[in-house]
């Protein structure tokens, strides 16, 4: 069983940066793939990004391709969300999880772990 929690949440102006990191204890995720998610008040929760076992692929939604980037440090047991160019739209409580399978995954229902969640505002 693994428990994550996020961090580096918090409020940032559009055009800014934020770098979200997820840690993990218990056991390892090392042979996981990992997700990032996002929800804002009265949404869905929607996929953001995904990255494989070995972090060497990712996949990314349409909405932050090019601006974020998923990567992850299986030494340190951490994902990380690096947030760029960021947008109002991006506002959002942002989660992290662990997929059941090694391979990428952009469902919800792929992922049996999830943390507590971190907010992520930016303001116009």
């Known amino acids: 069983q693994v428990q994550l929690v996020e961090s580096g949440g918090g409020l940032v102006q559009a055009g800014g940066s934020l770098r979200l990191s997820c840690a993990a204890s218990?056991?390892?995720?090392?042979?996981?793939?990992m997700g990032w998610f996002r929800q804002a008040p009265g949404k869905e929760r929607e996929f953001v990004a995904s990255i494989d076992w070995s972090g060497t692929q990712t996949d990314y939604a349409a909405s932050v391709s090019g601006r974020f980037i998923i990567s992850r440090d299986n030494v340190k047991n951490t994902v990380y969300l690096e947030m760029n160019s960021l947008k109002p739209e991006d506002t959002a409580v942002y989660y992290c999880a662990k997929a059941r399978y090694a391979a990428k995954d952009r469902l919800a229902g792929a992922y049996d772990s999830w943390g507590q969640g971190t907010q992520v505002t930016v303001s116009s």
């Open positions: 218990g056991r390892t995720f090392s042979s996981n793939a």
